[in-house]
C-alpha cells in the first residue's frame, strides 16, 4: 500500500519562512505533488517533482529526494492568505491517480 | 488553465433522499475523472474512477449502488448519492486530469448535508 506523513499543523508569522515536511511509501514512484486547500474550498496545484532537487515558482519551492522518500513545500515571504491546508500527493504504481496525505494545517499569524 | 465545474456547490436532503452532483470539464474534453471524498480536517479520499463511456471503476470499500457514477459525454460526469443517510454528509470533490501526469484540475466541490 501507500502511506504519506506530513505534519498535521504549522504556524509562522508573516514574511517568515515554512517548510512542510513530507515522507512516503509507496512502490513504483512516479513523484510528489503539492496542493494548496482553503476551508470550504477545491484544491489548487502548486508543484510537482518527479526528478531529485528543487523546483521554484516565486514564493513557493518544493523539493524531492527519492532515495530518502522525502520531500518538502517551502514557502518565503508568508502573506496571510497563505493560511491553508497543504497537502502533498504521491503518483505511483502505474496510476496517475494521487493519493492524498492527510493534509498540513498552515496558520499564518500577523 | 483548465476549468472544473461542479453544481450544486452545496445541497441539505433529507435522510432517505437522493442527490445528483454534476462535474462537468468547461474548455477540455475529460475521459476519466476522479470523485473524492473529504470529511472534515481530513484528507482527499478517492472514491471512483469515472470513465467516459464504460463502467466507473470503485475504490475498496464504496459501495457502488450507493454511489451511482455515469459518465455520459466527455465533458460530464454525474455522482448521484442514493438513499442518502447522515453518515454521507461529507465535501464531494471532482477532479479531471490535465494532459501531463503531474496535474488534476478539481471542481470547487459540493458540500453534502443529510438531515
Known amino acids: 500500500g501507500q502511506s504519506l506523513e506530513q505534519p498535521s499543523e504549522v504556524t509562522a508569522v508573516e514574511g517568515a519562512i515554512v517548510q512542510i515536511n513530507c515522507t512516503y511509501q509507496?512502490?513504483?514512484?512516479?513523484?510528489l505533488s503539492w496542493y494548496q486547500q482553503h476551508d470550504g474550498g477545491a484544491p489548487t496545484f502548486l508543484s510537482y517533482?518527479?526528478?531529485?532537487g528543487l523546483e521554484e515558482t516565486g514564493r513557493f519551492s518544493s523539493f524531492l529526494s527519492r532515495s530518502d522518500s522525502y520531500g518538502y513545500l517551502l514557502l518565503q515571504e508568508l502573506q496571510m492568505k497563505d493560511s491553508a491546508s497543504y497537502f502533498c500527493a504521491v503518483l505511483s504504481g502505474g496510476s496517475y491517480i494521487p493519493t492524498f496525505g492527510r493534509g498540513t494545517s498552515l496558520i499564518v499569524h500577523p | 488553465g483548465a476549468v472544473v465545474s461542479q453544481h450544486p456547490s452545496w445541497v441539505i436532503c433529507k435522510s432517505g433522499t437522493s442527490v445528483k452532483i454534476e462535474c462537468r470539464s468547461l474548455?477540455?474534453?475529460?475521459?476519466?475523472m476522479f470523485w473524492y471524498r473529504q470529511f472534515p480536517k481530513q484528507s482527499l479520499m478517492l472514491m471512483a474512477t469515472s470513465n467516459e463511456g464504460s463502467k466507473a471503476t470503485y475504490e475498496q470499500g464504496v459501495e457502488k449502488d450507493k454511489f451511482l457514477i455515469n459518465h455520459a459525454s466527455l465533458t460530464l460526469s454525474t455522482l448521484t448519492v442514493t438513499s442518502a443517510h447522515p453518515e454521507d454528509s461529507s465535501f464531494y470533490i471532482c477532479?479531471?486530469?490535465?494532459?501531463?501526469?503531474?496535474?488534476?484540475?478539481f471542481g470547487p466541490g459540493t458540500r453534502l448535508t443529510v438531515l
Open positions: 474548455d477540455f474534453q475529460a475521459t476519466t
Open positions: 509507496t512502490s513504483g514512484f512516479y513523484g
Open positions: 517533482n518527479a526528478l531529485d
Open positions: 477532479s479531471a486530469p490535465g494532459t501531463g501526469a503531474d496535474t488534476q484540475y
